[in-house]
């Protein structure tokens, strides 16, 4: 029994490798067609070209004003600092690369703005509140008290 599925099994791959093969042959590549006889085809001759900066464009800004209008101008070219007039003179001691260097304490002491106290208001009515500055007084807090069973999807008041 196994003698025979593996001789049907042989069979097929011979048939479907004999289909293949057969298809290749009769499957030939389509001839080229071949210019006529009295056509010129010439070449082009070389040209030399040359491009200069001035040729080159600039880089335009575009500046969007409305859906329908863009204007477009020209970068101003950059400009560099002017160089110091001086060469800036050290602080200090410095024949002797051992020594601390010291400082003015105005120069050290960083003073830091003073925040208002919470809760202060300004000249336009706005409270200070810490970490979010002046905000406008909302009033009064108002409270609304709701009876539930303590069922979370279920929907409280109206949605007015």
Do not use: H, W
Not at 8 to 15: E, K, P, R, S, Y
Not at 37 to 63: A, G, H, M, R, Y
Not at 117 to 128: D, I, L, M, S
């Amino acid at each position: 029994m196994e003698k025979k599925i593996l001789i049907g099994c042989l069979a097929m791959v011979i048939i479907i490798g004999s289909i293949f093969t057969v298809n290749m042959l009769y499957q030939r590549p389509k001839p080229v067609e071949t210019l006529p006889d009295n056509i010129i085809v010439q070449t082009p001759s070389p040209v030399d070209v040359t491009i200069s900066s001035d040729d080159i464009p600039k880089v335009k800004e575009t500046e969007i004003i409305d859906d329908k209008t863009q204007v477009q101008y020209n970068a101003p070219e950059p400009t560099k600092p002017p160089a110091p007039s001086e060469k800036p003179k050290p602080v200090g001691d410095v024949k002797n690369p051992t020594a601390t260097p010291t400082y003015k304490k105005e120069d050290t002491v960083k003073t830091k703005p003073q925040e208002p106290q919470a809760g202060t208001k300004n000249e336009k009515g706005q409270v200070y509140v810490p970490g979010f500055g002046y905000v406008d007084n909302g009033g009064e807090n108002k409270v609304e008290v709701v009876e539930s069973n303590g069922d979370i999807n279920k929907q409280v008041g109206t949605m007015d």
